[in-house]
């Protein structure tokens, strides 16, 4: 495993809307565990394959100790809202609330191109919207309502995604 450069808001590959997978070779599998690796050691929850430069629908995230890794991540079932302060490897120094989906179901492959659906509620739900968010070429300072919430980053409360 490698770890790999990430990204930093401004680079036209964060902005672009990321291809889908259409059959997933070794050398995706290689990514996906370069991409944990650079997501721990980061460290950070979650992080999409734009962001280490790869316009390819690649999501990698670690929540409560489980790894997820999803392939071509689609939002099949929304419900609720939740909102909590979102930090990303991509936008250093800042960090703002906000407002997503509370619960989710999601459907896509593994890292060896098998379907998989994920339920996923809280801060699961956040994370994977936020990096599926990053598949779109979004960024969540783009999805902050009241843009006077953007603050400083306080390494204490922030989710670094
Ligand atoms: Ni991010």
Redesign the pocket.
């Known amino acids: 495993m490698a770890k790999l450069k990430i990204l930093i808001q401004g680079n036209p590959i964060l902005k672009k809307k990321a291809k889908a997978v259409k059959k997933v070779t070794k050398d995706h599998q290689k990514l996906i565990d370069d991409m944990v690796e650079t997501m721990i050691v980061a460290p950070g929850v979650?992080l999409?394959a734009p962001?280490v430069g790869v316009s390819e629908r690649i999501i990698v995230v670690l929540v409560e100790g489980q790894l997820y890794c999803v392939v071509n991540p689609k939002i099949i079932k929304k419900s609720g809202k939740i909102a909590c302060y979102e930090g990303?490897?991509?936008?250093p120094l800042v960090e703002a609330p906000v407002e997503r989906f509370k619960s989710i179901c999601i459907k896509g492959m593994d890292k060896f191109g098998k379907p998989i659906t994920i339920n996923a509620q809280d801060l699961l739900s956040v994370v994977f919207q936020?990096?599926i968010d990053?598949l779109d070429g979004i960024?969540?300072v783009e999805r902050v309502k009241d843009p006077s919430l953007i603050r400083l980053k306080d390494q204490k409360e922030e989710i670094i995604?």
Not at 88 to 91: E, F
């Open positions: 979650g999409a962001q990303c490897l991509s936008v936020h990096e990053h960024l969540f995604i």
